[in-house]
């Protein structure tokens, strides 16, 4: 299985910028798609991003689509999300995931996916 840790949530203005990590850990050799999800007070979990195991397709909700982008890490295993242009509506609890796949297809379901880390705060508001 695959561990998932989400970091570097926090409380930014509208118009700011926050760069969001998640570091995989366990069984990370077999491929695996990972994405980003969000969920607001009151409504159901989100679709934001996700990417392919060697990169070879990234995938972005139009409502953040310009404006967020996942990016490789230095570490291994480790994605980030820069989110710039932040808009009160990006508030929300950001959770990464992960499902086991081979192929390129990013699956834009919660329930596709098996593994999740325990979440992020996101705030934006002046």
């Known amino acids: 299985q695959v561990h998932l840790v989400e970091s570097g949530g926090e409380l930014v203005q509208p118009g700011g910028s926050l760069r969001l990590s998640c570091a995989a850990s366990?069984?990370?050799?077999?491929?695996?798609?990972m994405a980003w999800f969000r969920q607001a007070p009151r409504k159901e979990r989100e679709f934001v991003a996700g990417?392919?195991?060697?990169?070879?397709?990234?995938v972005y909700a139009d409502s953040v689509k310009g404006r967020f982008t996942i990016s490789e890490g230095n570490v291994e295993n480790t994605r980030f999300l820069q989110m710039d242009s932040l808009k009160p509506e990006d508030t929300g609890v950001y959770f990464c995931?992960?499902?086991?796949?081979?192929?390129?297809?990013?699956?834009?379901?919660?329930?596709?996916?098996?593994?999740w880390g325990q979440g992020t705060q996101v705030t934006v508001s002046s």
């Open positions: 990417v392919s195991y060697k990169g070879e397709n990234t």
């Open positions: 366990g069984y990370t050799d077999i491929p695996y798609i």
């Open positions: 995931a992960a499902k086991y796949s081979s192929g390129t297809y990013i699956y834009g379901a919660p329930n596709e996916y098996d593994y």
